[in-house]
Each structure stands twice: as structure tokens, then as C-alpha cells.
């Protein structure tokens, strides 16, 4: 079975190159799976008659492709053969059924166990407490670290047994829950994931006067939502009340929190590594600077020195010349040894010190600012 990995950048190509459901019979993959893929790398799937457009030639709006340092970067998929009967790219849902036998044998061991008033989660206490008194406000600041729970008053105590139930279940699993700063965490492997149970609600059009307008009613049906910057997923009242689907919930947000954990590590891996590229960049940039730093420095005395040279052969010239001339004067030879302690002064080998020259800079000779 051949196998091909895309880059984010390249699975967004094969997404608007063709429709999922011919993606999903080339490879060997569902197409609710790919709808999760595309969901995971942030890829926008082609909407609703984008290939039906294509396909009789009328104009269609292709999306551009968006860098995103949050989503899944690659993916692997398998080519399809006459011999697979089932979907081979199934990670998540292979995590998924490994997870529930876990979860079910754990469970299983913990009914044995009857959790007394010292062994109560406190997450669960302070929740029924706020939401048990009169007057409580779902958005109230003073919740504190409770479960957040939005429902209606004649749904409180309901979603407060499928919270209890959630968070027993998550304690039994070895994980927790937590209420931080007015938000709800389950805590998988490290990863926070923000929770809430909320009641749906169905929008009300209505008519006031002249004017209309709308209202959000709630229905009665519970929900269970996992955030990520959005309302990412959601598990709902239908057939199954949802405190029939903990058990399925549990599973899945521990695949979620390992996916996200996977992600992030590869995330700080990567940007690690760029940090590390960075630095040896920038270090790079420090030695050539300093390089070339040091030979203009070098530059520069060796210039000093060959003009200190200069300097003395003029002072020694001019010298000789005076005393062949038979015209050295006094004033003469006292401008000699002027010059030539200027000369020592200036050369680079000997710098010697000079109280009339003190604070002047001997590469460009002016006067050092104070």
C-alpha cells in the first residue's frame, strides 16, 4: 500500500484540486475523516456547489492558501487497493476504540469503589453550591472556580449530575477538572481544554409594534462544548441524553489532548529550531561585524604606524638638513623634540603620554566629547 505525505500546503492544493468523496475513494480514508483532517489543518473545504459550477463552466472564487503555525502541518495518506475493506487512515479512530477499553476497564475497577464526602472533587461542591442558591447568575463573576454552566433554572439540576458524573468519570480516567478565571478546563495529558455544558436554544422571531425582531429561546436540550478560539465541538441531547455519552466524550478528549499535546510539541520543536537557525545567524552576523571591526582597527594602526614613520624620517630630515645648512637654531631643535614626542605619542607601539594631547583620539585627532 503506497504511502504519500502532504504538507499543509500541498493537502490544500489536493483539497480544491478535486471533491473529498474523490479524495476518499483514491485514498484509502473516510470522507468524515478527511472532513476532520481539513478541520485539524485549518484548510477551508470548496463550498456547496463549487464542483458542480466547475464542471459546467461557470465562475468559482478558489480560496488562497493561509500559513498557520497552529494547525496540523502534514498529513499521510494511502492509496486505496481492491483488498482494503476498511479505512486505513485511522489514528484517531484506532486512539478512539484503544481509549473506550481503557476507560471501560478503569471504570469498571472504580465501581467498586464508593467515593465518600472527603473524596468529593471540590470543583464539584463549589458548582452545585453556586448553582444550587437562589438569585445565581450563569455569567455571575463571583462563580469563582466553578464548572461554567449555562442553562436554564428549571435544567440546573440535570447538568449539574452530568457534570458530576463528567468530572467522577474524568477522576476515575486519572485526569481532572478545573474552573479558572469564570472557564471550565479538562485537564488530558497536560493539555487544558476549555469545557462548558450549556443549554441549546432556538432563535424566536417575533413582532413588536411596527418593528420586528428575534429572540434566543432555550429548548431543553443539553450540550457538552469543547473551545478552541470557537466553538470547535460539541456533543448534544438527541436519541442519546448526553449523560449516556460521557463515556464516548471521555474518549475523545483524550485523543484531542493528545493530538494537541503532539501539535504544540512539534510546535515548540519547531520554533526552537528556528530559534536555534536564528541565533546562529545572528552569531554569524556578530563574527563578520567583529571581523571586520578588528581589521579596520588593524587598518588603522597599521596607517598610525607608517605615519609615525613619516614623521620621524621628516623630523630627522629636516634635522640634517638644518645642521648641513649649519642653520639649526635653538628654537629649531626644540621643535624637534617636540615633534618627536608627538611621534611617540601617535605611534601605535608606543602611545607614549602627552599632558597637552590628554583626551584627544589618535585615530581621527580630534578632541574626545566629555
Known amino acids: 500500500m503506497a504511502k504519500t505525505t502532504f504538507p499543509r500546503n500541498q493537502f490544500f492544493d489536493l483539497v480544491w484540486t478535486e471533491p473529498l468523496a474523490a479524495i476518499s475513494r ?6 468524515t475523516c478527511l472532513r476532520e483532517v481539513c478541520n485539524e489543518m485549518a484548510i477551508t473545504i470548496p463550498p456547496n456547489g463549487y464542483w458542480s459550477k466547475l464542471k459546467f463552466g461557470k465562475p468559482v472564487t478558489k480560496e488562497n492558501f ?3 503555525t497552529k494547525a496540523k502541518q502534514e498529513i499521510s495518506l494511502w492509496l486505496r487497493t481492491d483488498e482494503d475493506t476498511e479505512e486505513y487512515f485511522s489514528k484517531d479512530t484506532t486512539a478512539l476504540n484503544k481509549n473506550k477499553t481503557v476507560i471501560s476497564k478503569k471504570l469498571k475497577s472504580e465501581d467498586t469503589k464508593k467515593i465518600s464526602p472527603r473524596n468529593v472533587d471540590p470543583i464539584i461542591t463549589i458548582t452545585k453550591e453556586f448553582y444550587n442558591k437562589k438569585g445565581h447568575s450563569n455569567w455571575d463573576s ?3 472556580n466553578t464548572f461554567l454552566i449555562d442553562v436554564s433554572t428549571a435544567l440546573v439540576p440535570r ?4 457534570m458530576e458524573q463528567f468530572v467522577n468519570m474524568m477522576n476515575a480516567c486519572g485526569h481532572s477538572v478545573i474552573g479558572k478565571a469564570g472557564k471550565s478546563y479538562a485537564v488530558i495529558y497536560g493539555e487544558e481544554l476549555q469545557l462548558s455544558i450549556a443549554e441549546k436554544s432556538n432563535r424566536i422571531n417575533y413582532q413588536d409594534g411596527s418593528w420586528y425582531s428575534s429572540r434566543l429561546e432555550y429548548n431543553g436540550k443539553l450540550c457538552l462544548k469543547y473551545y478552541y478560539l470557537y466553538p470547535r465541538r460539541e456533543w448534544t441531547d438527541s436519541t442519546i441524553l448526553l449523560e449516556d455519552k460521557l463515556f464516548d466524550i471521555v474518549a475523545k478528549l483524550e485523543v484531542i489532548a493528545h493530538n494537541e499535546k503532539t501539535q504544540r510539541e512539534e510546535r515548540e520543536i519547531y520554533w526552537a529550531e528556528q530559534s536555534r537557525k536564528e541565533q546562529i545567524k545572528k ?8 571581523e571586520l571591526s578588528d581589521f579596520k582597527s588593524t587598518l588603522q594602526l597599521a596607517g598610525r604606524y607608517q605615519k609615525a614613520i613619516e614623521l620621524r624620517n621628516y623630523i630627522s630630515a629636516f634635522e640634517d638638513n638644518a645642521i648641513k645648512n649649519n642653520s639649526l637654531t635653538e628654537e629649531q631643535q626644540k621643535w624637534i623634540e617636540w615633534a618627536r614626542k608627538k611621534a611617540d605619542w601617535y605611534d601605535p607601539f608606543i602611545e607614549a603620554y602627552d599632558l597637552a594631547l590628554d ?11 566629555k
Open 142 to 144: 463571583k462563580r469563582g
Open 359 to 369: 583626551g584627544a583620539n589618535r585615530e581621527t585627532l580630534t578632541w574626545q566629547s
Open 283 to 290: 552569531d554569524l552576523i556578530a563574527i563578520k561585524e567583529r
Open 159 to 162: 447538568a449539574l449530575r452530568v
Open 26 to 31: 483514491k485514498y484509502n480514508i473516510s470522507y
Open 66 to 68: 493561509r500559513e498557520s
